[in-house]
């Protein structure tokens, strides 16, 4: 059975740095897009980053630019969201999220998701 499972959020002070993972596992995910979601409450869940295979196309919400990196190791199956000067307003629950459409921002075109990892900032 095809599984995401995240990990590394908590509770950090605006300014601090957090380091996401999502761990694969149940089929290959080298071949798909994976990307990172978030989701605050009342609010839509929203692409934070993307991050193709191969030669790792990556797309940043314009929020998260400069900031925040994605990365990828095929070999382990694990994506990696590298979140430095955090701000309050990042605050949500992140997703890790899988799909065979090349590089797509749109969640619902999205197959296999975590259970979500929350990150808490505080000013």
């Known amino acids: 059975q095809e599984q995401l499972v995240e990990s590394g959020g908590g509770l950090v002070q605006a300014g601090d740095s957090l380091r996401l993972s999502c761990a694969a596992s149940?089929?290959?995910?080298?071949?798909?897009?994976m990307a990172w979601f978030c989701q605050a409450p009342g609010k839509e869940r929203e692409i934070v980053a993307a991050?193709?295979?191969?030669?790792?196309?990556?797309y940043y919400a314009n929020s998260v630019k400069g900031r925040f990196t994605i990365s990828r190791d095929n070999a382990k199956n694990t994506v990696y969201l590298q979140m430095n000067s955090l701000k309050p307003e990042d605050t949500a629950v992140y997703f890790c999220?899988?799909?065979?459409?090349?590089?797509?921002?749109?969640?619902?075109?999205?197959?296999?998701w975590g259970q979500g990892t929350q990150v808490t900032v505080h000013s």
């Open positions: 149940g089929r290959t995910f080298s071949s798909y897009t």
């Open positions: 991050i193709s295979w191969g030669l790792g196309t990556t």
């Open positions: 999220a899988a799909t065979e459409e090349f590089m797509s921002t749109t969640h619902e075109e999205y197959e296999y």
